[in-house]
């Protein structure tokens, strides 16, 4: 039944086995080795790792900022990756947009808020009357909570929490279907955090986006994420439906990375546990591991060994 | 250790004011606060709430522009606010109070080994000269986690990561033998698991060496894990002041209500999380009334006209707002304080009934007899370790 409903549920991107590699040719550093996932219209792919693990490398191929060394990444079926003509590339570049982690770094200092919204529209090929972009430009604005006064001002006139939210209209202003959210709130104060929170997931439901949100906070994303992938060192080991991942976190590394989360509760910190990720554990010399659905909906990094006791885990 | 100890450092009625440009910045506003040996005291705000200036007057780090209008600082017999230039501060700045400061990449100096860092720090602190404080920077780093000290010494700080640059500046901070170590956000340029560690690796130094700990931070999680004792700042005041257990499960404040509702850990999937709307309030202006009032959907009519002054809840708990005053009108807190208020209930009404402090959680605290504190000691006593055999 529930294969059923993931099938009828359609595909918004195919990450299809993409590696990407830095430096030269001959001694490449693999950043991102053989990574594959999907992402359906609408909801949000939660992708967790910790610094170096190849998650923003994985966000910015995908906005095609960085090239691949082999594999496939499609939107809505059609390759978006490798060369494409200019008129693709531009269709891409409209639906595909990126929410940036610091938006004290991210906004043009020397720009007004409104060309710095507006800077999309005015790439070549886009025929958009004057009128028509101020026209967009205020309702980005205004949809991200913003007033449209505010155009004629620079960035450095706000506060945090207000240049995120010009640059998630930045984002919104050319009507992306799929957004890139690169850990867009970590830079971010508590109490900022939740406005921004609940601004995503309200712009989600009112116009149908769908969200690749990358972090290292696994408490956030599970909170946002419909789906959680975990990657490690340019692998995903672990990808399961949130509270399925929480629930039953059967890598070692993302048990680890579970452990670490500290939680608001003095009772539960004390009692804590903290579970140390080794790689060694691992003894992929004859034994390789597979990329397996162990469970429906929930996939796993593991030699045949280790699967048999993650499934004896499950049960 | 007694329960009521004299405090180490005890903080009175701090003004402190930064001119800038013929303007009169109040940065914080009538201070109090006392510091106990040996435990670990978090002072959570968010950016801009005064907390790391705080932190800088314990050490005279403020930019020459600030100063401090009144209010003293009692340390070791002395009153900081009166040390004005280097050599009156040579005393305390490093050997006495150290600091851990968030960004291991910028307060390490990038062209000079880390063992030739520590070793400035052995020479100046604990007067060891020549191979002697070579082998002192050895075990120093050995003890911080830092395997193969002899290679590691002669590395420049760009060939270590970010956790393990936290660790050389930790092990700089411990080679002065310092009795307060302040840890300004020393985490949060760090990934969740290398946090963990380093978190682990502070504790084990204050249990080691009877440190005082006081962590500024904004992440409640951090907070949980780390601190006896909690002080809340917003808007360059403190606004509730508590043990852990009282601070977490019955916070009074509605900032600090706010703050705990607002965390993704506790809110509920698909709903709009709590958020605080607006913006602290510009400490150029003289703030009328409670601070939090404009940002508070449920603020009183006093609350705009006259500031709340710290009312006591209990013995160790305290918080700046009308709601605890007897005339008040009685608000409930946001569900998710009370779910949680319910899960720490015994905690809270324990501390309540002692009406005393749970302060020295960190130290074996002398048996009451009664069995549910018993029990309680016995779990911070096995997470935060007796600091007091240290």
Redesign the interface.
């Known amino acids: 039944m529930a294969e059923k409903a993931a099938e009828t549920r359609k595909k918004m991107l195919e990450v299809d086995h993409i590696s990407v590699h830095f430096g030269r040719k001959r001694h490449p550093f693999v950043a991102v080795d053989d990574v594959s996932f999907d992402i359906y219209q609408g909801e949000t792919f939660g992708l967790v790792g910790?610094?170096g693990s190849g998650k923003t490398t994985i966000g910015r191929a995908i906005i095609r900022a960085n090239t691949l060394a082999s594999g496939e990444i499609r939107l809505d079926g059609k390759r978006i990756s490798g060369r494409l003509s200019q008129a693709e590339d531009r269709q891409v570049t409209r639906d595909v947009q990126m929410i940036f982690q610091d938006p004290m770094d991210s906004l043009n200092e020397r720009a007004k808020v409104g060309y710095i919204v507006a800077e999309g529209l005015y790439a070549p090929g886009r025929h958009v009357s004057e009128e028509e972009r101020r026209r967009l430009v205020d309702k980005a604005l205004l949809d991200v909570g913003l007033l449209p006064e505010f155009s004629s001002r620079f960035p450095h006139e706000f506060?945090?929490?207000q240049r995120q939210r010009i640059g998630i209209a930045r984002a919104l202003v050319l009507s992306p279907k799929f957004i890139v959210a690169d850990e867009p709130i970590s830079a971010l104060?508590?109490?900022?955090?939740?406005?921004v929170?609940?601004l995503l997931?309200?712009l989600q439901k009112e116009r149908g986006l769908t969200y690749l949100f990358i972090a290292?906070?696994?408490?956030?994303v599970?909170?946002?994420c419909d789906r959680i992938a975990v990657i490690h060192k340019g692998h995903i080991v672990e990808l399961a439906e949130?509270e399925q991942l929480f629930a039953h976190p059967l890598h070692p590394y993302t048990r680890?990375?579970l452990?670490?989360?500290?939680?608001?509760?003095?009772?539960?910190?004390?009692?804590?546990k903290?579970l140390?990720?080794d790689p060694s554990c691992h003894d992929y010399s004859v034994d390789k591991p597979v990329w397996e659905e162990i469970e429906e909906g929930h996939f796993i990094l593991a030699n045949q060994k280790e699967l048999a006791e993650y499934r004896k885990m499950i049960n | 250790m007694k329960k009521h100890t004299e405090p180490l450092l005890s903080v009175r009625d701090l003004n402190f004011k930064f001119t800038l440009r013929g303007q009169v910045l109040h940065a914080l506003r009538d201070i109090s606060l006392d510091v106990y040996p040996g435990e670990s005291l978090a002072i959570v705000g968010e950016s801009g709430s005064g907390k790391s200036v705080f932190v800088k007057c314990l050490m005279g780090l403020n930019d020459l522009n600030g100063y401090v209008e009144s209010g003293s600082i009692e340390y070791g017999g002395k009153d900081l606010t009166l040390l004005k230039t280097d050599s009156d501060w040579k005393d305390i700045r490093g050997s006495r109070i150290a600091m851990v400061l968030q960004d291991p990449m910028t307060s390490l100096n990038p062209l000079k080994t880390i063992g030739w860092q520590i070793e400035e720090a052995v020479r100046l602190h604990q007067g060891l000269k020549g191979a002697e404080a070579k082998k002192a920077v050895y075990s120093i780093l050995e003890e911080v986690g830092i395997s193969e000290p002899e290679r590691r010494a002669k590395q420049y700080p760009h060939e270590f990561s970010g956790g393990m640059r936290q660790r050389v500046v930790i092990a700089i901070a411990m080679a002065c033998r310092p009795e307060i170590l302040i840890c300004d956000e020393p985490t949060t340029a760090l990934d969740v698991t290398i946090q963990a560690q380093i978190l682990g690796l502070i504790r084990q130094m204050q249990k080691k060496y009877n440190l005082t700990t006081i962590y500024i931070t904004h992440d409640l999680g951090v907070v949980a894990n780390v601190a006896d004792r909690i002080a809340v700042m917003y808007a360059g005041e403190i606004v509730e002041v508590g043990t852990s257990d009282e601070v977490f499960y019955d916070p009074r404040h509605p900032y600090t209500w706010a703050l705990l509702s607002s965390l993704p850990q506790l809110g509920v999937k698909g709903e709009p999380l709590y958020s605080i709307e607006g913006t602290p309030p510009n400490l150029f202006h003289e703030v009328k009334g409670d601070a939090f009032a404009p940002r508070n959907p449920k603020a009183l009519k006093i609350d705009y006209v006259k500031r709340p002054p710290m009312f006591a809840v209990t013995a160790t708990h305290s918080a700046r707002t009308w709601l605890i005053d007897p005339r008040a009108p009685k608000v409930d807190p946001p569900e998710h304080i009370l779910a949680l208020r319910e899960r720490g209930k015994d905690l809270v009404a324990k501390a309540a009934a002692e009406g005393t402090a749970l302060y020295g959680a960190s130290a074996p605290e002398e048996e009451t007899g009664a069995a549910a504190s018993a029990a309680v000691n016995e779990e911070n006593g096995s997470a935060k370790g007796v600091t007091a055999r240290g």
Request: without cysteine; aromatic residues 4%; proline residues 7%.
């Open positions: 910790e610094s506060s945090g929490g104060d508590v109490s900022i955090r939740a406005q929170l609940n997931s309200a290292h906070d696994l408490s956030v599970r909170f946002i949130s680890a990375l452990s670490a989360i500290p939680q608001p509760d003095p009772i539960v910190e004390r009692n804590k903290l140390i990720y």
